[in-house]
């Protein structure tokens, strides 16, 4: 017996639920009633066929019609009787109504009972987390005024920007992006995908949490994302980044969502498609003087057709945070990893990806926004321990012919 799970739609469900007292006593009503009506339509079908066959079949005789009829009718009843010994044999052997007790899930629905068996784990965790990012955040936040007296960036740092990216469903993710955002006093958040791992607008009820900061959250859909989803942030109030240009804090923003968001398949795209895809985007940006200042992707892979057009792109999809640059072009590649330590399965996985973020801190004093430096924050597992590494850029504004690059502070 295969069931299948289409779609939830959350708000029937719950209206359903109220209204039935007793959940497993009407769906083993439901059972029984589908399984009688299953076996008296099948019983139906298997005694007509069986008469209608016997009645063609001797059509051509010189028996008497009603002889005919009588036969096709026993006939029929024959069948019926063998199909019922048939049905009670394989409920006997080998059906096994025990399985009932232990499915066999596939898709989203395999995650279930692994998530109400560890729910009580993960609330512990959770809270727990909470406490300690709280007091991370502050510290974080006092390292970072130490770096500036230390060594002050090259220009006054006016805007901050929290990227973020890859949460993965998981709850304490948002408890660290509120302290983190409180603690840097950051303009905005910026996510580059991946916020829920299937796409139900059940997970993007839970995530949708983060538009209700205090700060604009722009949202760029990632391969684990759907359009569902993505309208129930916009309907949310988050800023889907797309391909069209606009304007935040003084800062010009853009972006390429995953082709994978476009439907419900959390599928990653070839990689001949996606830079395709990243191609004709490249081919369609504005004038170089309204470009866009930020240019966020998912997946780093599509990067490659921005190079040298673009001063800084955004990334998330691989779960490794780093921050690059191209020397010979002077584009900045920051993948934010993933913020949600790969997701709910982060919390109690083995300590593979740590929590990451990125704080991108924009001056503005000397015309145009540019990046000024950028904060790598890194927090292990429960948490052991956690890191802020700053990298400034040195360099003066890139002119055509001239590289750009950025160099790591030594101090961590």
Not at 200 to 229: C, K, M
Not at 288 to 310: K, Q, S, W, Y
Not at 387 to 403: A, D, W
Request: hydrophobic share 45%.
């Amino acid at each position: 017996m295969k069931i299948t799970l289409n779609t939830v739609d959350p708000e029937q469900l719950s209206a359903t639920l109220q209204e039935i007292p007793n959940l497993s006593q009407y769906l083993l009503g439901q059972l029984r009633e589908q399984l009688l009506y299953f076996f008296a339509r099948l019983t139906a079908i298997t005694f007509l066929c069986s008469a209608f066959l016997l009645l063609l079949s001797e059509a051509r005789s010189k028996k008497p019609w009603r002889r005919q009829l009588l036969q096709a009718l026993s006939g029929g009843l024959v069948a019926a009787v063998l199909l019922a010994v048939l049905l009670g044999a394989t409920i006997c052997h080998p059906y096994q109504p025990g399985a009932f007790a232990a499915p066999r899930l596939e898709g989203a629905l395999a995650e279930a009972p692994w998530l109400m068996e560890l729910s009580g784990q993960l609330l512990d965790t959770i809270k727990r987390l909470s406490e300690q990012f709280g007091l991370i955040a502050v510290n974080l936040e006092e390292l970072s005024g130490r770096m500036e007296r230390f060594q002050p960036p090259p220009e006054s740092a006016e805007i901050r920007v929290l990227h973020i990216s890859d949460l993965h469903n998981n709850p304490a993710a948002l408890e660290l992006i509120e302290k983190v955002a409180a603690a840097f006093q950051v303009n905005m958040i910026i996510d580059t995908g991946d916020l829920t791992d299937y796409g139900s607008t059940l997970e993007a009820e839970f995530a949708a949490r983060l538009t209700a900061l205090p700060y604009p959250y722009l949202f760029l859909p990632g391969n684990h994302d759907t359009p569902q989803s993505v309208a129930l942030l916009r309907r949310e109030g988050a800023i889907i980044i797309g391909p069209e240009t606009l304007e935040l804090e003084g800062l010009r923003i853009a972006g390429l969502p995953d082709p994978g968001s476009l439907d419900n398949s959390a599928a990653v795209g070839e990689e001949k498609l996606l830079l395709e895809e990243a191609r004709r985007t490249a081919g369609a940006l504005p004038a170089v003087e309204e470009r866009p200042d930020i240019f966020a992707l998912h997946n780093p892979l599509t990067a490659a057709p921005f190079l040298g057009e673009l001063p800084l792109l955004l990334a998330g999809h691989t779960h490794r945070a780093s921050l690059e640059f191209a020397e010979e072009s002077g584009t900045i590649i920051i993948n934010a990893g993933t913020t949600g330590a790969a997701g709910v399965r982060g919390l109690l996985a083995p300590r593979e990806n740590p929590y990451s973020m990125v704080v991108l801190h924009f001056g503005t004093a000397a015309g145009p926004p540019r990046l000024s430096c950028a904060d790598l924050i890194t927090i292990d597992h429960f948490p052991e321990s956690f890191s802020l590494q700053r990298y400034y850029n040195h360099l003066p504004e890139k002119l055509s012919g001239e590289t750009f690059s950025l160099k790591e502070d030594p101090t961590d």
